[in-house]
């Protein structure tokens, strides 16, 4: 069982920056899959990104709406994934969950809220 907890979050204007962070349980955090995805109430949840790892190289996809503007990375030595984001837009107020996957599992975390009003 992964345990994953989600910080970062909060009001940001339009335009603004938001640094999402997501703690991991676990030893083997650098054979976790990272993604972020969002969800809008009454919305299906979106994917944002993702990282994965092998050997030394991060390989990280973006959903076409955020490339230039958010971008994942992830801290072995502290079990942490990241979403930088940058250029926020208000349609953007949403949910924003991590997920670990491994060997066919899927862990989420709880979510945190991010709202972009002026």
């Known amino acids: 069982q992964v345990q994953l907890v989600e910080s970062g979050g909060g009001l940001v204007q339009p335009g603004g920056s938001l640094r999402l962070s997501c703690a991991a349980s676990?030893?083997?955090?650098?054979?976790?899959?990272m993604g972020w995805y969002r969800q809008a109430p009454g919305k299906l949840r979106e994917w944002v990104a993702r990282i994965t790892t092998a050997g030394s190289t991060n390989y990280v996809d973006y959903v076409d709406s955020v490339k230039g503007r958010f971008t994942i990375s992830r801290d072995n030595a502290k079990n942490t994934a990241y979403l930088q984001m940058n250029s926020l837009k208000p349609e953007e107020t949403e949910v924003y969950y991590c997920?670990?996957?491994?060997?066919?599992?899927?862990?989420w975390g709880q979510g945190t809220q991010v709202t972009v009003s002026s």
């Open positions: 676990g030893s083997i955090f650098s054979r976790y899959a």
């Open positions: 997920k670990s996957s491994i060997n066919g599992s899927e862990f």
